[in-house]
């Protein structure tokens, strides 16, 4: 159970690395826009991971809420929470306020551009970055062009790296269709995400080092 929690900590957490991939951008041209994924363990439904993207010009709002509840027998053995806030403009994050309890403990990361950089505060610790930083931004592909991101848990900046591989068939909603393939490769983790031609993030999956599935599925 261990390594599981461990995993999805990394998961919804982690920030990449990453090969080019030519003109990746958030389709700024609706006012909002929304990935409502059902997140499943092996064959089994856990919970839930959504996102909204609020578009105003070259500014956008983004709400992240995920819940997870891992179940054996009859007792839940691990819940997890996230609730995280991103302001950006263009492709640099602006500001963050993210609260994480993971199984009881309780977790906050808040940042803010400012004259110094990007200032950084959790419990912990103060940290300023440059001022252009980026999140695991999943929802907009260009964020696998930048090879230093922040994790929204910690507060901390992590390198890890891409590898692309190509397209492959995709069911979404019923439906069958092309999309581009990039695995996602860190400190213990491998996580594959698969985008649309016309660069919507489309679905998630990865493995646990114990080899138990982790899968986002678009609801």
Known sequence: M??????????????FTPMLIANASIDTSSPIQQ???KVFL??????????????REDQQTIYSNARFDVKFLFFT??????????????H?????????????????????????????????????YASCVKTFAYWDP??????????????????????SLGESMLAVNGNNQTA?????????LQIDLWYSDDDRWLAL???????HRIRYQMQ
């Open 35 to 37: 990935w409502r994924f």
């Open 92 to 128: 640099c994050l602006k500001k963050i306020n993210a609260v994480t309890n993971d199984n009881g403990e309780n977790y906050s990361v808040s940042g803010e551009n400012g004259i110094e950089g990007f200032i950084v505060e959790t419990a912990d610790n103060k940290n300023v």
């Open 77 to 90: 053995a691990y819940t997890y929470e996230h609730s995280n806030v991103e302001q950006w403009q263009g």
């Open 142 to 163: 260009s964020f696998l062009q930048t090879p230093l991101l922040l994790n929204s848990q910690t507060g901390e900046l992590i390198d890890v790296t891409v590898e």
């Open 2 to 15: 261990r390594s599981i929690a461990v995993f999805i900590l990394a998961l919804l957490s982690a920030v």
């Open 205 to 211: 999956e990865s493995l646990t080092e114990d080899g």
């Open 180 to 188: 581009r393939q990039y695995r996602l490769l860190g400190d213990k």
């Open 42 to 55: 092996d064959d089994k439904e856990i919970g839930f991971h959504h996102f909204t993207v609020e578009n």
